[in-house]
């Protein structure tokens, strides 16, 4: 894993110059690069900040898995507020919101 260092614009507001000053990657652990502290100044509105790379890439939910979640996480919701009506209050949000909750076919 590889970290990556910045000098990046932080204060609310307008930026006076450039949003990012300075960019550097590094191995993990590594500390902040002596180039950035001597840019840096206290109260300035730049911030040294990290950002964390990943070598693998973001594992996506499938079509299905979304639409049991969404089903799954409704139903829990409406049997923890109102569980005397939860049958009929599941089914008018399943028939408000078809496309929501239902699996999406490829195209």
């Given at each position: 894993m590889?970290?990556?260092?910045?000098?990046?614009?932080?204060?609310?507001?307008?930026?006076?110059g450039e949003p990012?000053?300075?960019?550097?990657?590094?191995?993990?652990?590594q500390p902040v690069p002596e180039s950035f502290?001597?840019?840096?100044?206290?109260?300035?509105g730049y911030a040294v900040?990290?950002?964390?790379?990943?070598d693998r890439p973001v594992r996506r939910w499938s079509e299905e898995?979304?639409?049991a979640a969404r089903r799954r996480n409704l139903e829990?919701?409406?049997?923890?507020?109102a569980p005397l009506f939860a049958d009929e209050l599941i089914?008018?949000?399943?028939?408000a919101r078809p496309d929501y909750f239902r699996v999406?076919?490829?195209?």
């Open positions: 590889k970290w990556r260092y910045s000098l990046r614009w932080k204060r609310p507001g307008p930026c006076p990012e000053l300075a960019s550097e990657v590094v191995e993990a652990g502290m001597s840019l840096w100044v206290a109260g300035a900040c990290v950002d964390f790379l990943y898995r979304k639409a829990r919701r409406i049997n923890r507020k089914e008018r949000e399943l028939m999406k076919s490829p195209h």
